[in-house]
Protein backbone atom coordinates (compact mmCIF):
# COMPACT_ATOMS: atom_id res chain seq x y z
CA UNK A 1 0.00 0.00 0.00
CA UNK A 2 1.04 3.62 -0.82
CA UNK A 3 1.32 6.34 1.06
CA UNK A 4 -0.75 9.20 0.04
CA UNK A 5 1.16 12.22 -1.89
CA UNK A 6 -0.50 14.61 0.57
CA UNK A 7 1.46 13.00 3.55
CA UNK A 8 4.49 12.41 1.79
CA UNK A 9 4.50 16.38 0.75
CA UNK A 10 3.62 17.25 4.41
CA UNK A 11 6.44 14.60 5.54
CA UNK A 12 8.85 16.75 3.40
CA UNK A 13 7.66 19.72 4.05
CA UNK A 14 7.59 19.33 8.18
CA UNK A 15 11.13 17.85 7.88
CA UNK A 16 13.10 20.23 5.26
CA UNK A 17 13.99 22.86 7.93
CA UNK A 18 15.99 20.23 10.33
CA UNK A 19 17.58 19.29 6.81
CA UNK A 20 18.47 22.41 6.44
CA UNK A 21 20.19 22.75 9.75
CA UNK A 22 21.82 19.55 9.24
CA UNK A 23 23.58 20.61 6.24
CA UNK A 24 24.22 24.14 7.44
CA UNK A 25 28.02 24.42 8.54
CA UNK A 26 28.14 26.02 12.09
CA UNK A 27 31.71 24.61 12.63
CA UNK A 28 33.45 26.44 9.96
CA UNK A 29 35.53 29.69 10.75
CA UNK A 30 33.64 32.90 10.37
CA UNK A 31 35.19 35.29 8.28
CA UNK A 32 38.27 37.36 9.70
CA UNK A 33 40.96 39.63 8.11
CA UNK A 34 44.47 41.46 9.66
CA UNK A 35 46.47 42.92 7.37
CA UNK A 36 50.48 43.25 7.69
CA UNK A 37 52.16 46.31 6.24
CA UNK A 38 55.83 46.75 6.34
CA UNK A 39 58.56 48.57 4.04
CA UNK A 40 59.33 47.26 1.26
CA UNK A 41 61.52 49.12 -0.36
CA UNK A 42 63.39 52.52 1.61
CA UNK A 43 65.81 54.92 -0.56
CA UNK A 44 67.69 57.72 1.43
CA UNK A 45 67.62 59.74 2.94
CA UNK A 46 68.46 62.24 0.14
CA UNK A 47 69.55 66.14 1.59
CA UNK A 48 67.24 68.55 0.65
CA UNK A 49 66.93 72.31 1.18
CA UNK A 50 64.22 74.79 1.32
CA UNK A 51 64.11 78.17 0.65
CA UNK A 52 62.49 79.10 3.77
CA UNK A 53 64.42 76.81 6.38
CA UNK A 54 67.48 74.71 6.91
CA UNK A 55 68.53 71.43 5.23
CA UNK A 56 66.55 68.88 5.64
CA UNK A 57 66.26 64.69 4.65
CA UNK A 58 63.92 62.95 2.01
CA UNK A 59 62.87 59.52 2.56
CA UNK A 60 61.54 57.49 -0.46
CA UNK A 61 59.37 54.87 1.26
CA UNK A 62 57.28 51.79 -0.60
CA UNK A 63 55.16 49.65 2.31
CA UNK A 64 53.68 46.64 1.51
CA UNK A 65 50.45 45.34 2.45
CA UNK A 66 49.17 42.26 2.63
CA UNK A 67 46.09 40.89 3.71
CA UNK A 68 46.04 37.61 5.75
CA UNK A 69 42.52 36.00 6.70
CA UNK A 70 39.44 34.40 4.95
CA UNK A 71 35.93 35.15 3.33
CA UNK A 72 36.48 39.02 4.45
CA UNK A 73 38.37 41.64 2.50
CA UNK A 74 38.50 45.60 4.48
CA UNK A 75 38.24 49.07 3.23
CA UNK A 76 41.12 51.33 3.78
CA UNK A 77 40.45 54.25 5.98
CA UNK A 78 42.50 56.80 7.64
CA UNK A 79 46.48 56.98 8.71
CA UNK A 80 48.61 58.36 11.09
CA UNK A 81 52.25 59.25 10.82
CA UNK A 82 53.90 59.40 14.08
CA UNK A 83 57.07 61.00 14.43
CA UNK A 84 60.15 60.37 17.09
CA UNK A 85 62.99 61.63 18.36
CA UNK A 86 66.09 61.45 20.67
CA UNK A 87 66.20 61.32 23.67
CA UNK A 88 62.99 60.14 24.17
CA UNK A 89 61.78 57.77 21.25
CA UNK A 90 58.84 55.98 23.49
CA UNK A 91 56.89 59.47 22.83
CA UNK A 92 56.23 60.86 19.36
CA UNK A 93 57.29 64.15 18.95
CA UNK A 94 54.90 65.53 16.15
CA UNK A 95 52.42 63.53 14.07
CA UNK A 96 50.24 63.74 10.79
CA UNK A 97 46.56 62.18 9.83
CA UNK A 98 46.04 61.36 6.41
CA UNK A 99 42.96 61.62 4.83
CA UNK A 100 40.58 58.42 4.07
CA UNK A 101 40.84 59.29 0.26
CA UNK A 102 44.46 59.64 0.32
CA UNK A 103 45.37 56.61 1.57
CA UNK A 104 43.07 54.97 -0.87
CA UNK A 105 44.52 57.20 -3.55
CA UNK A 106 47.80 55.84 -3.22
CA UNK A 107 46.81 51.84 -2.88
CA UNK A 108 45.80 50.58 -6.15
CA UNK A 109 42.18 49.89 -4.69
CA UNK A 110 40.11 50.64 -2.36
CA UNK A 111 39.57 47.30 -0.44
CA UNK A 112 42.38 44.81 0.33
CA UNK A 113 41.21 40.88 0.26
CA UNK A 114 42.37 37.90 2.16
CA UNK A 115 46.04 37.01 -0.49
CA UNK A 116 45.93 40.11 -2.03
CA UNK A 117 49.82 42.22 -1.33
CA UNK A 118 49.47 46.25 -2.12
CA UNK A 119 51.61 48.22 -2.73
CA UNK A 120 51.98 52.36 -1.64
CA UNK A 121 54.64 54.61 -1.88
CA UNK A 122 55.28 57.89 0.03
CA UNK A 123 57.52 60.41 0.39
CA UNK A 124 58.87 62.17 3.86
CA UNK A 125 60.48 65.25 3.72
CA UNK A 126 62.05 66.16 7.29
CA UNK A 127 64.05 68.43 9.07
CA UNK A 128 66.25 65.71 10.89
CA UNK A 129 65.98 62.29 11.42
CA UNK A 130 63.09 61.02 12.65
CA UNK A 131 62.01 57.79 14.15
CA UNK A 132 58.74 57.14 12.31
CA UNK A 133 55.58 54.84 12.57
CA UNK A 134 53.21 54.80 9.95
CA UNK A 135 49.97 53.76 10.93
CA UNK A 136 47.47 51.88 8.64
CA UNK A 137 43.69 51.74 9.54
CA UNK A 138 41.47 49.81 7.87
CA UNK A 139 37.62 48.62 8.48
CA UNK A 140 36.98 44.57 8.49
CA UNK A 141 33.82 43.89 5.74
CA UNK A 142 31.87 41.31 7.39
CA UNK A 143 32.17 42.42 10.59
CA UNK A 144 33.05 45.78 11.30
CA UNK A 145 36.08 45.85 13.15
CA UNK A 146 38.23 48.92 12.71
CA UNK A 147 42.08 48.00 12.91
CA UNK A 148 45.38 49.57 12.57
CA UNK A 149 48.39 47.51 10.68
CA UNK A 150 51.92 49.45 11.71
CA UNK A 151 55.01 49.53 9.83
CA UNK A 152 58.25 51.49 11.27
CA UNK A 153 61.32 53.07 9.79
CA UNK A 154 64.47 55.67 10.07
CA UNK A 155 64.52 58.48 8.20
CA UNK A 156 67.90 59.88 8.30
CA UNK A 157 70.67 57.90 10.35
CA UNK A 158 73.31 58.17 12.83
CA UNK A 159 75.56 61.02 11.53
CA UNK A 160 72.85 63.31 10.56
CA UNK A 161 71.44 65.13 13.20
CA UNK A 162 68.60 64.49 15.58
CA UNK A 163 66.03 67.16 17.09
CA UNK A 164 67.81 67.12 20.17
CA UNK A 165 71.19 68.25 18.51
CA UNK A 166 72.52 71.75 19.58
CA UNK A 167 72.58 73.17 16.37
CA UNK A 168 71.16 77.08 15.61
CA UNK A 169 68.92 76.01 12.65
CA UNK A 170 67.38 72.71 14.75
CA UNK A 171 66.32 72.76 18.35
CA UNK A 172 63.81 70.51 20.60
CA UNK A 173 61.34 73.65 20.86
CA UNK A 174 61.56 74.90 17.41
CA UNK A 175 61.92 71.79 14.97
CA UNK A 176 59.01 70.20 13.32
CA UNK A 177 57.92 68.23 10.23
CA UNK A 178 58.16 70.33 7.24
CA UNK A 179 56.09 68.01 4.78
CA UNK A 180 54.55 64.89 4.22
CA UNK A 181 54.37 63.93 0.81
CA UNK A 182 51.96 61.31 -0.33
CA UNK A 183 53.21 60.25 -4.01
CA UNK A 184 50.66 57.57 -5.22
CA UNK A 185 53.00 55.71 -7.51
Known sequence: MSTPISFRRACSIAFAPLVLVACSDTVSPAPALDVAVRVSEQLGPFPTTNPSSAQGLLCDVTFEAQGLGRLAHADWLDASVLFYSAPNRSVPFDSVIVSASDVRGTFSADTIGAGQVEHTRWLFDVAATFDIAMNFRYQVVPGGDVKTATAYFTCGDETTPTVSSRRPAISP????????????S
Do not use: Y
Open 173 to 184: VNASLRRVVVNG
